[in-house]
């Protein structure tokens, strides 16, 4: 005997993935940016209506899934299946998009550009050779259109390069904290009458500037060639630096890298090579040539991915050597050192450890990288060796925008003291303001750098920068409401009209599922939901019921109804279907219509039903599927579907880009 749980529907021959109660960690860090995006995807896709959704067909659909999805959906809108003119025309309306859809989906090439570049592909400068395309192979169509897309951009393309700067600016705030020196100052000020209050005053002193810009651009298809510029000054001595680099990718698994660089009288010329060995093995090998009166310092690296998360690496550094008499013997051996290192990686950072054995000096060092919520991207390092003593840091990194980025940073070591960093990033330019505090290494100092600035961006944030995104991302979607305004009204015209066309035609497909103990929908909305009556756990546990009910046809007597504010409301009135009233309702509070964001699209998704079998692709929004519309633009929309199967009640809830299918024993919910 067949379980008629088995889902056996032949509309997509793709795989599926049945829905259930669909959840998604969402990092409150990224809720602004995914908000942002979200948005800026509505205001793309408000455009022509996504042709999977309209036949209702996942991307993976064969040919023969698209002439069924076109063949059952011409059976319902077809204009001469009606007769009156006002529903042929309607009818004709919803065809065309119906036939637009199937015309572009069974055409191989267009198919695929459609699949590769969108709608936008399909019109791009109208130069489109349609009837050739069916001679040509899928790389031929996607290199045509890219040819196309190099010509319009052409000018714009020579002129672009990447380009990047970075600006420091180095404060000496040591005074500050340097209690002796002010007292000193105090007391010079008590002595002498004619000194003014600015005399007492410690002020922090610029102690160095440094400005470096590099511009990359493409030199062939595998070539890169980077110019980079620096100058530097400090107590009245400047000195400046250029560098250009050649990155050369030779194939798939090997790359090359030469560097040369210009200081005042010196230079130095810098060569890398790195090889993929195995898909889990690689290598690289470096070299200095900084004079000719020595061979060049070498180092090599080879690493190794141990398992899905965590790579090991061995480096070794030759420092100074000789080879026979080039080379000074008395210092071979300076600055040699092996390294043996680990790094991890998690869903939300990554770790590394790395023991380092030189002739000099040895060092052990851990690292931490992490998102730690709010959209803070933290780091904190620690390293103890014999020639540095012990060196910490701690930084955190925040987007502000979606171009922009804020951190900052505090270092304490035994040798350098206790410094503050603020940086600030935009397109590929930094600033940063480097403060030393202390030039001897002080906790209580280290740790007011790290509290006070700490609390000072958390309070910047919540009362200023939150409220200023909150009410920036309000305002985009105001303003994409009101400019989709005429194109939301037509398409929810469209949705009600085909809903009217397909009533009676879904009338009879419901009493045929009734008859044989199908799957009935019983209630289906789409939209920004309401609380579903089956919290979420209580499948096969909790009841559910109503007061009241709409009549036998619609739920068999058992007191399952739908609220009054869903019967005849826009395109999915089930009182349409059975001609059932509501004689009673739920003891609920009725919302108002600027609290409803969802529609009732019963009609729609009943009409989807074939052989007691209910599949809704996915990979697209379902405001785009015959009968659906947009009732909530720019929010998080979700579909729930509660039916009656095998005389048994079911509910499912997906998001709006995620499949459906059903029946599913996932779904029982008990009554």
Known sequence: ??????????????????AGDNDVDVDDSNEFDEQMQALEHEERINGPADLYAVLNLDREASD???KNAYRRLSMTFHPDKHHTPEDKERAQRQFQEIKRAYDVLSNPSRRHIYNTYGAEGLQADQNWDVSSQRTQTAQEVREQFERQQRQRLETEAEQLVKSKGEVHVGIDATALFDFGRRRGKLARRVASANNGFLDSVVFPEMSHAFVKHSWETKVTDSTDLTIQGSVIAKNGVGAGTIAATIRNIIDPTLWCETTLQASGKSGSVSAKLVKNLTS????????TVSSFDAPPPVTLVLGRKLDAKHTGFLTYRSGEYAIGEWGDASTAGSGSACALGIVGRSMKGQWSCELNMGMSASSLSLGLFRSIGWGIRARAALAVGTGIGISTSISAEKKVTKLDRIGMSVEAAAIG???FKLRFMRLGQKFVLPIQLAQQLDIKIALLATIIPLCTALALDRLILLPNRRSRLAARLTKL???NADMLESRKQEAMSAVSLMAQ????KRESEESKNGLV???AIYGLLPESRFPRGSHGGRSFSFMGGVGSSLNGGNGVSTPPHMVERDNGSLENITGASVTGGPIVTEPTEEDVKWIDVTIPVQALVLN???YISGGHSKAHIVGFYDPCLGEAKRLRVTYRFQGKLHQVEVDDSNALAAPLRAHYVSE
Do not use: K
Request: net charge negative; no cysteine; aromatic share 6%.
């Open 505 to 508: 035609q879904v009338a009879r």
């Open 280 to 287: 889990e093995v690689f290598g690289t090998a470096e070299a």
């Open 64 to 66: 023969e899934d698209i």
């Open 481 to 483: 409401r009101q400019d």
């Open 417 to 419: 003291g206790v410094s």
């Open 521 to 523: 929908v019983i209630e």
């Open 1 to 18: 005997m067949d379980d008629p749980y088995t889902f056996r529907n032949s509309g997509s021959s793709s795989s599926r993935h049945p």
């Open 612 to 614: 007691s079998q209910l």
